[in-house]
């Protein structure tokens, strides 16, 4: 049992910072030390902690037990590999990099060395997800069939003010499809092979805002991901879970459909369709529906009590570096295999 | 208003055949005159009307006013040029033909003369259809997005014990896929590009067991498609509509989602998700949602009154010759794109 409040250090005074810092500070088993940001105090002042313009004065802190990484994408190695040569465990937001070359730097600086990091890919310690995993993992399925993965949302104009929003670099491939890359990998194994159609038609701008992708599991099950950032759809992680509060919110609505040999899985809903007697089931034959039970818990404070288990080192990171970096790359192989209109080896 | 029954034949006594049967007698418009199969005279005995083992025997009947061609895949053509020869206006079961070059000779055939051809994609007469078709044409949803298709069943394994579902020609893009794409050509207009990854290695036979497709269609939206006989899923046309009351209904599921810029609608449900004030919609803002309305219907009905009024001459084929074979020529192309790895123009 945790007794003392760990000193926590947050870089990046924006939206996840703000997140992670309420989190930190509701639970009880830590709290905010210091803030990092060069062009706002906004989060330290409301937090009534330092605001450092340059995070190596945070990091140079004395006992500072750990550092939550909010920065913007571009510095997100950077500032993990410094809280690493101080040997401050990190909570290093997503993406893990902003290219796959700056991640492989992250992952080799991590070879043989003790201090954890956590890559902040959320969804994974979303209870249903953990529910689903298991579920999965355990054969509830039988061998995982066929995938289907739907993120369709119409984002406000002035989203696209930011001119980076507009550009090479973002786009609902690296933005909004890498979540549901993470979270599939995590429920069906490993994606081994892409095809792609991509589209910038709805927008006008040079990255996509909708794409149709097809994947090859290493089980041999196969997927379908549609994502777009300009359609007037409901249908969309951040509109179905409780994960995001500033989100309206569409509960009855499910994202996710997982089939296998034996049953077939929805989520968040967790509506699971099996036979009564799975030997003779078939298409004439009625399946039962059960919802799958998953405990009632916030995902962000879940994900804060793990990254204390792997400071800790109870606990080895459930997104680690080199697992992340294998999400980019499977989205840049989309990308790829879009561009030259050819299916994919990963 | 028609006040004589027409006289009508049926070539092909099996479980179509049977089913129009059964639609055309109950209807009171026209009756079933007689039948020709070659192996078995059953439906023909239970109707208490002629079996022809040589369907030209039917044809030369006299009074005959039109045929329902139920006949296995590879006879269509066949059969309804004969038909054309004898200018009876034919109800063509699909598929249209069993390749496309078989196809093109029918179309070719037609060129010129009047006698009529409805193809029987069953589907385009459903309720919920009908309801989608003209909302989606009004401009309901704006301009259509990205479009969402699932087809996820296990058959039997003794459905396999017939040959030919094993083998080339067969499979689930052929056998099942094939509706999903005339449903959403009629819905959201031509498909020009595809790309795919199948398998067939949930049952290792010679055909395909699960496909997944990304299409783009020629207003450029963007569409996955993904369809297996081997998942233990009841998210399936059959299932979750009325049209085929042997198949067990799980009413509550959708198998299609189509989403626009101005909102996005399900099917079968009809579910309509909408911005109350859609200038100032986007993915922080509620959607309302609504069911649209749709007629209380039978599918097998609506297409044969359909058929009545071609025959008569006051409507067109709501699916052509012309129309079925693109239909062919899409999947076609998905089996080509599978098998080349590349994305495929049509």
Same mark, same amino acid.
């Given at each position: 049992?945790?007794?003392?409040?760990?000193?926590?250090?947050?870089?990046?005074?924006?939206?996840?910072?703000?997140?992670?810092?309420?989190?930190?500070?509701?639970?009880?088993?830590?709290?905010?030390?210091?803030?990092? !940001?060069?062009?706002?105090?906004?989060?330290?002042?409301?937090?009534?902690?330092?605001?450092?313009? %340059?995070?190596?004065?945070?990091?140079?802190?004395?006992?500072?037990?750990?550092?939550?990484?909010?920065?913007?994408?571009?510095?997100?190695?950077?500032?993990?590999?410094?809280?690493?040569?101080?040997?401050?465990?990190?909570?290093?937001?997503k993406p893990v990099a902003?290219s796959i070359?700056?991640g492989q730097?992250?992952?080799?600086?991590?070879?043989?060395?003790?201090?954890?990091?956590?890559v902040?890919h959320?969804?994974?310690?979303?209870?249903?997800?953990?529910?689903?995993?298991?579920?999965?993992?355990?054969?509830?399925?039988?061998?995982?069939?066929?995938v289907?993965s739907?993120f369709?949302?119409?984002?406000?104009?002035?989203?696209?003010?930011?001119?980076?929003?507009?550009?090479?670099?973002?786009g609902v491939l690296l933005i909004n499809l890498v979540h549901d890359i993470d979270l599939l990998r995590y429920l069906c194994g490993d994606i081994t092979r892409v095809a792609a159609?991509t589209?910038?038609?709805?927008?006008?701008?040079?990255?996509?805002?909708?794409a149709a992708v097809t994947a090859e599991f290493a089980s041999?099950a196969l997927g379908t991901f549609?994502v777009? %950032?300009?359609?007037?759809?409901?249908?969309?992680?951040?509109?179905?879970?409780? %994960?995001?509060?500033?989100?309206?919110?569409?509960?009855?609505?499910?994202?996710?459909?997982?089939?296998?040999?034996?049953?077939?899985?929805?989520?968040?809903?967790?509506?699971?369709?099996?036979?009564?007697? !799975?030997?003779?089931?078939?298409?004439?034959?009625?399946?039962?529906?059960?919802?799958?039970?998953?405990?009632?818990?916030?995902?962000?404070?879940?994900?804060?009590?793990?990254?204390?288990?792997?400071?800790?080192?109870?606990?080895?990171?459930?997104v680690?570096v080199t697992d992340a970096l294998r999400t980019i790359e499977i989205v840049e192989a989309i990308r790829a295999a879009a561009i030259?209109?050819?299916t994919t080896a990963i």
């Amino acid at each position: 049992m945790r007794t003392a409040q760990l000193n926590i250090g947050i870089i990046g005074g924006g939206v996840m910072g703000t997140k992670h810092a309420s989190i930190i500070n509701a639970e009880g088993t830590g709290r905010v030390v210091a803030v990092a !940001d060069p062009v706002s105090d906004r989060l330290a002042t409301s937090l009534g902690v330092p605001n450092h313009v %340059d995070y190596q004065h945070l990091l140079s802190m004395p006992g500072l037990d750990a550092v939550v990484v909010a920065s913007p994408n571009d510095q997100h190695v950077t500032t993990a590999l410094a809280c690493l040569n101080r040997s401050i465990p990190v909570l290093l937001e997503k993406p893990v990099a902003s290219s796959i070359e700056e991640g492989q730097k992250l992952a080799a600086a991590l070879e043989g060395i003790s201090t954890p990091i956590l890559v902040g890919h959320h969804r994974r310690h979303n209870a249903a997800v953990t529910a689903a995993q298991s579920f999965i993992h355990d054969g509830g399925l039988g061998r995982i069939v066929a995938v289907n993965s739907l993120f369709l949302s119409r984002k406000p104009e002035d989203y696209f003010n930011q001119a980076w929003h507009r550009l090479k670099g973002a786009g609902v491939l690296l933005i909004n499809l890498v979540h549901d890359i993470d979270l599939l990998r995590y429920l069906c194994g490993d994606i081994t092979r892409v095809a792609a159609i991509t589209s910038s038609g709805s927008r006008g701008y040079e990255v996509e805002d909708t794409a149709a992708v097809t994947a090859e599991f290493a089980s041999g099950a196969l997927g379908t991901f549609i994502v777009s %950032d300009s359609a007037a759809s409901p249908v969309n992680w951040d509109q179905v879970s409780a %994960d995001d509060t500033s989100f309206p919110r569409h509960p009855g609505v499910d994202t996710h459909l997982i089939t296998g040999t034996k049953g077939s899985l929805t989520l968040p809903q967790l509506t699971h369709y099996y036979y009564p007697d !799975d030997a003779k089931g078939h298409w004439k034959i009625p399946m039962a529906a059960q919802s799958l039970p998953a405990a009632e818990t916030e995902t962000y404070a879940n994900q804060w009590k793990h990254f204390l288990d792997v400071i800790d080192g109870t606990a080895e990171p459930i997104v680690s570096v080199t697992d992340a970096l294998r999400t980019i790359e499977i989205v840049e192989a989309i990308r790829a295999a879009a561009i030259d209109g050819k299916t994919t080896a990963i």
